[in-house]
């Protein structure tokens, strides 16, 4: 199954018959001091810049939230928008859990975008999934509902469904939606993992469709957290996630081995050309 994002100038194709598509993640104030600040000052040069960085550490995706506390996200969030788009080619992940917000965003963007997200409550379909259509955009579907998210593959895989035919219904095509399992941190829970990529598993049986992750969650709270989230990623992608949200310039290694080891990469090319890119910088 193929997925196709879009910007003005460059298609992204998800499948699990090529490469890795990588989100980044690096636009998001979550825990990130400095883009928050910049974000309220109203800074968005120092946003373009991160776009920048994480497009040469080998992006394909740009996730753009600019959810913070004091910030206006219906206002903002399409000019940050903008910016990026102005300074990458990269298609944009619309990322709000603003329903307003994101149909600003949708409004100034230039391509066919991804949103992040809806997920399996009622008030989030009725508002998210009528924009998906109307705009034309891809949606990221979170395996989460009214009572948080499942400790239970078969539970998360049962949302994952509601999600996909609910958006089928509106005439969403089963392309157009990318399943999110949801990664909890393992220092919570040392279950976590194997919960989430058995459902990671379940759902590429199942569904076929596209898969994403916010890798990261994994080691949230532990100590080393790049070392565990760099030996969890490859676990998720073999299972059947397509298009992790990660940190690019961390995590681009180990993606490029596990394509190389997976198939996904003939004679070696991207690995190596990967190899010697980070020998020149």
């Known amino acids: 199954m193929e997925t196709k994002v879009s910007?003005?100038?460059?298609?992204?194709?998800?499948?699990?018959?090529?490469?890795?598509?990588?989100?980044?993640?690096?636009?998001?104030?979550?825990?990130?001091?400095?883009?928050?600040?910049?974000?309220?000052?109203?800074?968005?040069?120092?946003?373009?810049q991160q776009a920048l960085n994480q497009v040469k550490a080998g992006a394909d995706i740009l996730d753009v939230n600019v959810g913070a506390?004091?910030?206006?996200?219906?206002?903002?969030?399409?000019?940050v928008v903008q910016a990026v788009m102005n300074t990458v080619d990269v298609p944009l992940c619309l990322d709000s859990a603003n329903p307003k917000a994101l149909e600003?965003?949708?409004?100034?963007?230039?391509?066919?975008?991804?949103i992040n997200s809806v997920n399996g409550e009622t008030p989030s379909m009725e508002q998210v999934l009528p924009l998906v259509k109307e705009y034309g955009a891809i949606v990221i579907g979170?395996?989460?509902?009214?009572?948080?998210?499942?400790?239970?593959?078969?539970?998360?895989?049962?949302?994952?469904?509601?999600?996909?035919?609910?958006?089928?219904?509106?005439?969403?095509?089963?392309?157009?939606?990318?399943?999110?399992c949801l990664t909890l941190s393992l220092g919570a829970d040392s279950k976590a993992g194997l919960v989430v990529i058995e459902t990671i598993r379940r759902v590429k049986a199942e569904l076929g469709l596209n898969q994403t992750l916010g890798a990261s969650n994994i080691s949230f709270g532990m100590?080393?957290?790049?070392?565990?989230?760099?030996?969890?990623?490859?676990?998720?992608?073999?299972?059947?996630?397509?298009?992790?949200?990660?940190?690019?310039?961390?995590?681009?290694?180990?993606?490029?081995?596990?394509?190389?080891?997976?198939g996904r990469d003939d004679y070696a090319r991207r690995y190596i050309r990967g190899y010697r890119e980070r020998q020149k910088a």
């Open 142 to 180: 979170l395996t989460m509902d009214d009572e948080g998210i499942p400790n239970d593959p078969a539970r998360r895989l049962a949302i994952a469904h509601k999600i996909v035919a609910r958006a089928e219904a509106l005439g969403i095509p089963r392309q157009d939606v990318i399943i999110d």
């Open 7 to 48: 910007s003005m100038k460059k298609e992204v194709i998800i499948s699990a018959d090529r490469p890795t598509v990588l989100i980044g993640e690096r636009i998001n104030p979550t825990g990130k001091k400095k883009l928050a600040a910049a974000l309220k000052a109203g800074d968005l040069d120092f946003v373009c």
């Open 223 to 262: 100590p080393d957290r790049d070392l565990l989230t760099s030996y969890f990623l490859p676990i998720a992608i073999a299972a059947g996630v397509t298009c992790p949200i990660v940190d690019v310039a961390m995590m681009r290694p180990a993606v490029l081995a596990i394509d190389l080891a997976l």
């Open 69 to 79: 506390s004091d910030i206006d996200e219906v206002a903002l969030l399409p000019q």
């Open 104 to 114: 600003s965003a949708l409004k100034v963007y230039q391509g066919k975008p991804l």
